[in-house]
């Protein structure tokens, strides 16, 4: 561990956070803050101290990127319960990052003629190119969240994707894509509270939408989707991370660490220019 | 004028920087910064000051468009020289704003799909959705530029798209798109220092082409391409504005002080609940 910002961590964030066989998810305490030694201020501080590593870190994999073809991509998933962060995260942890080298995707309920293909179809189309950050705002995953919860689709079918989703999500990795699965870990008690707020407040009226509640009141069910779609879908080459999402500060941090532990992995280099430097600066000069 | 970050413009930046009947490109000094009563520090300040307010008028855009689907969106139109500074202007001006409610598209060379159609088809799908902020890096106007310079089509072909564009723009203002077309100008003592600099750089060699300095030789042939280009497209509907640009501070400035008017112009307004807010709270109280 070299990175300036990650001083306070004891130990990997990506370690420590993966999904393992045995997970479960009803032992994680929302409120934690596994690995970080310090406090909400030493993790802002923290966050900004990152914001510059990322940023360097994302132009080089962009610059290797136009010069090599088969430069890695980096796509981040991020799946929760409403209101547990995930808004947050892109404007605080990818909007801190050069947008033109980043590929945001926010996927809704599906379309008619989205659901007239298969679930994979509309995301296949929304992967990252080489060199590219791409964020899935929600994703692939609700075809077993939401779809399991409140059976959108047969129980053969339900099952069916998550092998579907191991086998896409493979031949994304084996093609270089750095596939970071992120499930930001609210207490119930907390989106209470975050959804009353938005009730509270007339600027925020707009995040609020009555199926909040009525999602809110599957809670049980939908933490038993989650603990199954772990169980099927964390694999080897792209594991899922679960993170303590009631402290904001925290679960910012622990994306931020894994986007930097995904780079630093790749490692991208600025490319060598395949021109003649001293010949063009000469042609330059004569202009 | 009444935003604070605008205090030290002597006028209105989009009146100050528009193309008007008569306007002749070669009598704007790219170092100059028209309208603007303060030094690089003051400008850099104004900046940062502009992007809270930036901030939150994109965000009641978003808002109002989640409830009102005729929310109006904002188009910035950016086309310049090489190194004329478009990637920064995405990077700090855009960049300051929550991604979620920006649409980036940056047009290279159109592939053969692309130019099996007309030049505007592949335009026209990447206009932003009510309540975005889009912003072409490049655009349609490369097609009555290097198009017209580099001779791409026949002459007469080059004189339909100039009608063609004033269309497709109309079409889109009528629509409620708030069209901010902007033209970066560069000195090409400026573009030279900066094209050096790439090259005695080995972290800045990926962003050097030799392609530039062929282009580059062609400074003449551009202006006049740009001229043209004013004269036929600079509508009461979309105008251009011209913004000097060998000082980065000032045209990042600019910009932002031009989206700041647009969206000022817009209004936008955060919406009222479309739902029995008390009934709402009960509801949630009662989970």
């Given at each position: 561990m070299t990175a300036k910002s990650q001083t306070r961590w004891t130990g990997e964030p990506a370690d420590l956070l993966r999904v393992e066989k045995g997970f479960r998810l009803a032992e994680v305490d929302p409120r934690s803050t596994p690995g970080f030694d310090g406090t909400k201020k030493d993790g802002r501080a923290d966050l900004a101290d990152g914001v510059g590593e990322l940023d360097e870190l994302q132009e080089r994999l962009y610059a290797q990127s136009r010069v090599e073809k088969d430069t890695p991509a980096v796509l981040l998933v991020l799946q929760a319960?409403?209101?547990?962060?995930k808004g947050g995260i892109v404007r605080h942890v990818i909007g801190s990052v050069d947008p033109q080298g980043v590929r945001l995707k926010a996927f809704k309920a599906p379309t008619a003629e989205e659901r007239a293909h298969d679930f994979l179809w509309r995301i296949e189309k929304e992967t990252p190119p080489p060199g590219f950050i791409g964020v899935f705002?929600?994703?692939?995953y609700e075809d077993v969240l939401i779809g399991r919860v409140r059976e959108l689709a047969p129980p053969e079918e339900i099952e069916r994707r998550y092998g579907a989703i191991n086998d896409f999500e493979k031949r994304l990795t084996d093609a270089g894509t750095r596939v970071v699965k992120v499930m930001l870990h609210i207490s119930p008690e907390a989106q209470k509270e975050r959804l009353m707020e938005r009730l509270d407040r007339p600027d925020k009226h707009w995040k609020y939408n009555p199926g909040d509640v009525d999602e809110r009141m599957l809670w049980p069910a939908y933490m038993d989707a989650y603990q199954v779609m772990f169980e099927r879908t964390?694999?080897?080459s792209a594991p899922w991370h679960v993170i303590p999402a009631d402290r904001k500060w925290y679960a910012r941090l622990a994306v931020q660490a894994l986007l930097l532990e995904a780079l630093e992995d790749i490692d991208p280099q600025w490319p060598i220019a395949d021109f003649d430097v001293a010949a063009e600066k000469e042609r330059l000069a004569a202009t």
């Open positions: 319960m409403d209101s547990a962060g705002d929600r994703s692939h964390s694999t080897a």
